[in-house]
């Protein structure tokens, strides 16, 4: 089976930079993705990686290690209108779905 | 075309009606995926359609009937459905399955 660990809750004050990990346990492991999510809407695609290292979009990167089954979602220069749930997934290359983290509500304050 | 819509946007039904939910998505994605969200939860899988064949139904029960009708469109048919059901329906879609996955707006479920 698959499963994911993510911080139920992360609190940071406006300008700052936080990190939200992930841990997974999958087989046959395929990519590991982010989304966010605003309170009443959908979830929309932030970043995703298939191999170790580190991508950058804009404000967000994200990180992966496929050794140590770990990732992290790195989000600078904060703005209040970043406060929503973050939710990492993992894909498998035996399977024809995503699983979810149990997502991580992040609170900005000013 | 990068995005996927979803039809209608709110719907309010009856235990006895029947409704269909609409997806659509022109990036030529091969697999669409129906998800169930409750509130503070995260999304949860009921059905994967790759290359338009259903190749995972998670246990879903019967009054949920999915269909594919060709590489862009997904429903979900709904029939005595029960207030428990009430919750926000996604559909989303990526290029292979298992890959990122892309989101409609959603549909917001409500059974009465």
């Known amino acids: 089976g698959q499963s994911l660990e993510q911080p139920s809750e992360v609190t940071a004050v406006e300008g700052a930079i936080v990190q939200i990990n992930c841990t997974y346990q999958?087989?046959?492991?395929?990519?590991l993705s982010w989304y966010q999510q605003h309170d009443g809407g959908a979830p929309t695609f932030l970043s995703y990686?298939?191999?170790?290292g580190l991508e950058e979009t804009g404000r967000f990167s994200s990180f992966l290690s496929r050794s140590d089954s770990y990732g992290y979602l790195l989000l600078q220069e904060l703005q209040m209108k970043d406060s929503a749930s973050y939710f990492c997934?993992?894909?498998?290359?035996?399977?024809?779905?995503?699983?979810f983290g149990g997502g991580t509500r992040l609170m900005v304050k000013p | 075309d990068t995005e996927v819509t979803q039809t209608p946007k709110h719907l309010v039904m009856g235990m006895t009606n029947k409704k269909s939910l609409k997806c659509e998505q022109h990036?030529?994605?091969?697999?669409m995926y129906w998800y169930k969200q409750k509130a503070k939860k995260p999304p949860e899988l009921m059905f994967v359609?790759?290359?338009?064949?259903?190749?995972i139904n998670e246990s879903v029960p019967s009054r949920f009937s999915p269909e594919c009708p060709n590489s862009s469109l997904l429903n979900l048919h709904l029939h005595a459905l029960q207030p428990e059901d009430s919750a926000l329906y996604l559909c989303?879609?990526?290029?292979?399955?298992?890959?990122?996955?892309?989101f409609g707006p959603g549909t917001r479920l409500t059974v009465l």
């Open positions: 997934a993992v894909g498998n290359n035996a399977g024809n779905m995503l699983t």
């Open positions: 359609y790759s290359y338009e064949k259903l190749s």
């Open positions: 990686n298939a191999l170790d």
């Open positions: 990036m030529g994605h091969r697999a």
């Open positions: 999958t087989s046959g492991f395929y990519g």
């Open positions: 989303a879609s990526s290029q292979d399955p298992g890959d990122r996955q892309f």
